[in-house]
């Protein structure tokens, strides 16, 4: 867990927020260094599939390995982004919140996965402001 690469996180779903759209980051590192930094961009790109986890491996580009990297998110991973952890075998996931969105940790803990839970509560606070605001884009993001 390293503070820097999980505040590039928190600034993307900030950014995300101040830019109409959902306000979830993500971030990629490994070792010390950050690889890359997304948002969301479900709204902004008109891409169902831009959740911040995708849209920071995209950014991220290819790794022959993800053995030794760290994937933060501001928020629970969803089903789609959980896939994508096992099936880049991303050993290690921070999570700024699981509160307002539980996700499925259980499966990527059964899966070996080392998941930390931050209970950060700008994370939550944003979230939840979100959620509030824009109910319908928030139930669209995790398709209900
Ligand atoms: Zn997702």
């Known amino acids: 867990m390293n503070e820097h690469h999980f505040d590039a996180a928190v ?15 993500s971030a990629l590192a490994r070792g010390g260094r ?8 479900r709204v902004q790109q008109g891409d169902p599939t831009a959740h911040a ?13 993800y053995a030794d990297t760290v994937l933060y998110t501001t928020l629970a991973p969803c089903a789609m982004c959980t896939g994508a952890i096992l099936q880049f075998k991303i050993p ?32 939550i606070e944003l979230m939840g402001r979100f ?14």
């Open 92 to 123: 290690t996931v921070v999570i700024g919140e699981a509160e307002t969105f539980e996700g499925d940790l259980a499966r990527l803990r059964q899966a070996g996965v080392e998941v930390t839970v931050l209970d950060n509560r700008e994370c």
């Open 53 to 65: 986890e995708i849209a920071c491996l995209r950014q991220a580009g290819r790794q022959s390995s």
């Open 11 to 25: 600034a993307a779903a900030r950014s995300s927020y101040q830019g109409g759209g959902l306000p979830i980051g």
């Open 34 to 41: 950050l690889l890359a930094s997304a948002h969301n961009e």
């Open 131 to 144: 959620i509030g605001e824009q109910p319908q884009l928030w139930a669209e993001d995790i398709g209900e």
